[in-house]
Nanobody
Framework: QVQLVESGGGLVHPGGSLRLSCAASGSIFSIVDMGWYRQAPGKQRELVAT???????NYADSVKGRFAISRDNAKNTVSLQMNSLKAEDTAVYYC???????????????WGQGTQVTVSS
């Protein structure tokens, strides 16, 4: 099994910054992709940003230029630096990881428990 533990959420004023972190632990041989998703009240979960094991990133149009995703492959962690936050960024943010538990074994997808980000004045 694999556990993903997020940290760094909270309340911030519009225009402010937050940094989310996620650490993966457990039966991990390698992590292919890692990412962040978010879900606002009454809305579906949506992609925020993803990063491959080689560092290729992908962002939702709504966060391009404001958010930056990074990962540390040695520590099995992924982070999301969020700048110029807006009220519409308010949501529960979930960490996601595509984990291969052993050589030649298939990849499984895991989710963190979520961390609340609230942007309000």
């Amino acid at each position: 099994q694999v556990q993903l533990v997020e940290s760094g959420g909270g309340l911030v004023h519009p225009g402010g910054s937050l940094r989310l972190s996620c650490a993966a632990s457990g039966s991990i041989f390698s992590i292919v992709d890692m990412g962040w998703y978010r879900q606002a009240p009454g809305k579906q979960r949506e992609l925020v940003a993803t990063i491959t094991d080689s560092g290729i990133t992908n962002y939702a149009d709504s966060v391009k230029g404001r958010f930056a995703i990074s990962r540390d492959n040695a520590k099995n962690t992924v982070s999301l630096q969020m700048n110029s936050l807006k009220a519409e960024d308010t949501a529960v943010y979930y960490c996601n990881a595509h984990v291969r538990p052993g050589w030649g074994l298939r990849v499984s997808v895991y989710w963190g428990q979520g961390t609340q980000v609230t942007v309000s004045s």
